[in-house]
Every structure is written in structure tokens, then in C-alpha cells.
């Protein structure tokens, strides 16, 4: 029968820093599997900086297109409202456009008629 260590994960787990370090340095089995602990730990932080570049990445793409969209709408909405005299007549600022300028029938109060 095996005599393996199993007390590595509780100790991980659950104990202080101290007490973990405390039985590393006793135990040959726990050494080993904090040892393959610290090259997965390695590798982890040598991969970190290029999934946070891919998010920054994807972060800025999101921006410019938004960017984008916003310079292509409000060029299009004063392109129209410019080239268009009677509607940039009719939208000065301070003015609102009321049911009879839709078209609409409205009594002496400027409300909506009804028959």
C-alpha cells in the first residue's frame, strides 16, 4: 500500500501561508505538488499579458466603431438638415413643432379637434 501525503489541498485550501510552507518543508510529496503548482502558476503569468492585450484590443475596436457610427450619423442628420431649407426653417432653436404643422385639425387653443 502507497503511504502518499493527501493533506497538500487541505492545507492549500484551508490554512495560512505559514503552516502550508511549515509542512512543505517536511513533507518530499506535498514539496513536489506545490512545485507543479508554481510552473502552472508560471505558465499562467507568462500567457496573463496576452489575454489583457486581447481585451484592451477588442475594448478599442468597440470604441473606434462606435466612434465611427457616431460621426457618420450626425454628419448624415446636419447633412440633411443643411441641404433641407424648409425643415431647418421650421426646427430653430426654441421652436416646437405643434399638431398643426403636422397637418392636423386644431381648434382656437391649438388642441387637437375632435368631432
Do not use: W
Not at 510529496?29 to 489575454?51: G, H, T, W
Not at 478599442?60 to 450626425?74: C, G, K, Q, S, T
Not at 454628419?75 to 441641404?83: I, K, N, R
Amino acid at each position: 500500500m502507497d503511504n502518499k501525503c493527501n493533506k497538500y489541498e487541505g492545507l492549500f485550501i484551508f490554512s495560512d501561508e505559514d503552516s502550508l510552507n511549515e509542512h512543505i518543508a517536511n513533507c518530499e510529496v506535498c514539496r513536489a505538488e506545490q512545485e507543479k503548482m508554481d510552473k502552472v502558476s508560471d505558465l499562467i503569468n507568462e500567457v496573463k499579458p496576452y489575454f489583457i492585450n486581447k481585451k484592451k484590443n477588442a475594448l478599442r475596436r468597440l470604441r473606434a466603431v462606435a466612434a465611427v457610427l457616431l460621426i457618420v450619423f450626425f454628419s448624415t442628420t446636419f447633412g440633411v438638415m443643411y441641404s433641407n431649407d424648409d425643415l431647418a426653417d421650421s426646427l430653430m432653436y426654441g421652436d416646437s413643432l405643434t399638431a398643426e404643422d403636422f397637418g392636423f385639425p386644431v381648434d382656437s387653443y391649438g388642441l387637437l379637434m375632435v368631432d
